[in-house]
């Protein structure tokens, strides 16, 4: 089992920054994927980053420029760095963890950007 505890979420007016933050514990195998979906209200659960062990990196392309994602694999960690935000990036992000075909989710912070 993997354990995963987002912190980082808030309000913030459009074009500020925010830091996310998913500490993993548990299971944690060496060869596994992290990242980060989020879940507008009335919409699906979508994709935002992910980054793997390695540390190759993906981005939906409405986040591309704007947000980075990293991790620390000593420490189990991911962080998504979100900039110049949108009141369209207003969602529940969650973060996740997939190794072995399992994946893991965690259970989510709100982040509010305000126009």
């Known amino acids: 089992q993997v354990q995963l505890v987002e912190s980082g979420g808030g309000l913030v007016q459009a074009g500020g920054s925010l830091r996310l933050s998913c500490a993993a514990s548990?299971?944690?195998?060496?060869?596994?994927?992290m990242g980060w979906y989020r879940q507008a209200p009335g919409k699906q659960r979508d994709l935002v980053a992910f980054?793997?062990?390695?540390?190759?990196?993906n981005y939906v392309d409405s986040v591309k420029g704007r947000f980075t994602i990293s991790r620390d694999n000593a420490k189990n960690t991911v962080y998504l760095q979100m900039n110049y935000l949108k009141p369209e990036d207003t969602a529940v992000y969650y973060c996740?963890?997939?190794?072995?075909?399992?994946?893991?989710w965690g259970q989510g912070t709100q982040v509010t950007v305000s126009s």
């Open positions: 996740y963890n997939i190794q072995l075909g399992v994946q893991y």
């Open positions: 548990g299971s944690i195998f060496s060869i596994n994927a």
């Open positions: 980054i793997t062990s390695g540390g190759k990196v």
